[in-house]
């Protein structure tokens, strides 16, 4: 390498500092940007990155990690023994049979296909067993390996081309609800494989509804592996599909458009866009709004109910403390049916208290996140920064609500 070239953190040994000195240039962030986004200052940045002080505590590496937007933490730290993210859970106790019936390879017809009607029933009944379920991922966890097996021997033994695409979409709704349960599991490659043969599967089946949820699923994947301009790309060509279909679509198609539209809103505010962030967002309130009442998808959750929930992680994504703050307390959650989006809500609340700065509202929200759905909350990143981090807080009331929480989530064991 030249002597003045820039340095690669992802091979060269360099330590901490140097590491998030060349981060933070490739995020495009100031001394002063990211020193405001950690609650710092710039001069403390400066003092990390020149080694005047050590490394800093790991509540607060995992908060540099989440803001630079790192690919593991072994990027940030040096350590090539930390290779598990924060964001990677520690593994289910049934990710190992779904994680098996995903990778099988079936080549015979020993299996006798279910038929289509009695395979869409199982379906129906484990997207309601994710949302009614507290312990929502033990229950999927235990029908997926039969309903991926039977699925595939569906689209294998289909004797039309219209059983066959109706086969297609079924399977692809089976990848849909396993790309779920393998999320933040210790196997990203699968979680990839997943999406691509939903995606596959989907655009076989050429069925709108599941094409558009294919998508949604990818976009998700491809932001939270920083890849945003392949999540714009995968969004806003499937809306320019979607959209002439839309007047004369069934509510399900256009509760998936909407649940794009906010994809697309959020892939902005990541970038900091803030004005194509809240337009994205008007546009699928107003797509929420033309909606029944009451109506909730079954795959994205999207509703009239959630839309105010997408509002606060939009103001989060953008890092607006107080804005953050603001749609969090305006936000209802009662009304939204579902234990893990419920959960996933009081997450995004609490990382909006936590950002403008009041940790004791962040650890009770996050109490109530674990109330709704306790295993969204154990396998969720951000829930964990945040109570790892105030777990060393110097107030120490704060310390020991954060230490109990962090006990209930499974945080000190190993």
Not at 175 to 203: H, I, K, N, S, T
Not at 367 to 372: D, G, K, P, T
Request: a neutral charge; hydrophobic letters at 45%.
């Amino acid at each position: 390498m030249s002597p003045d070239a820039t340095p690669d953190p992802y091979t060269d040994p360099l330590v901490f500092g140097q590491r998030m000195q060349i981060l933070r240039q490739r995020r495009g962030l100031t001394r002063e940007q990211l020193g405001g986004l950690l609650a710092r200052s710039g001069s403390w940045v400066k003092a990390i990155e020149t080694g005047r002080l050590r490394t800093p505590h790991l509540p607060v590496v995992l908060r540099i990690a989440e803001v630079l937007r790192v690919r593991e933490l072994s990027d940030l730290t040096g350590d090539q023994s930390m290779q598990v993210s924060l964001f990677t859970g520690p593994g289910h106790p049934r990710f190992a049979a779904v994680r098996e019936a995903l990778n099988a390879l079936q080549l015979g017809d020993s299996r006798e296909a279910p038929p289509d009607a009695h395979l869409t029933a199982r379906l129906a009944r484990a997207w309601s067993a994710r949302h009614s379920a507290p312990n929502h991922r033990d229950v999927v966890g235990a029908l997926l390996p039969d309903l991926v097996h039977d699925a595939q021997s569906a689209v294998r033994q289909a004797e039309t081309v219209a059983d066959r695409k109706a086969a297609q979409a079924r399977l692809a709704e089976v990848y849909f609800l396993a790309q779920f349960f393998c999320a933040y599991q210790p196997d990203a490659p699968l979680v990839w494989r997943v999406a691509e043969r939903g995606m596959m599967a989907a655009q076989d089946s050429e069925d709108p509804h599941a094409i558009g949820l294919a998508a949604w699923l990818t976009t998700q994947a491809h932001r939270e592996s920083a890849h945003l301009d392949a999540a714009d790309a995968v969004t806003l060509e499937t809306l320019r599909y979607l959209e002439p279909l839309l007047p004369a679509a069934g509510t399900d198609v256009r509760a998936v458009a909407g649940a794009l539209t906010v994809e697309a809103g959020l892939t902005a505010a990541r970038r900091g866009e803030t004005g194509s962030a809240w337009r994205y967002w008007d546009d699928a309130r107003a797509l929420a709004e033309s909606l029944p009442r009451g109506y909730f998808h079954p795959v994205t959750s999207f509703s009239h109910a959630v839309i105010g929930a997408h509002a606060v992680t939009v103001a989060v994504e953008l890092r607006a403390g107080g804005e953050s703050a603001r749609q969090a307390a305006r936000a209802e959650s009662e009304a939204i049916p579902s234990r893990p989006r419920r959960a996933r809500h009081r997450i995004e609340q609490a990382r909006a208290y936590h950002l403008d700065a009041q940790p004791d509202v962040a650890l009770a929200t996050l109490a109530q996140a674990h109330e709704a759905a306790p295993e969204t909350v154990q396998y969720n990143g951000y829930a964990k920064r945040i109570v790892l981090e105030e777990a060393e807080s110097k107030s120490p009331a704060r310390r020991r609500r954060a230490s109990e929480l962090a006990s209930r989530l499974g945080l000190l064991t190993a």
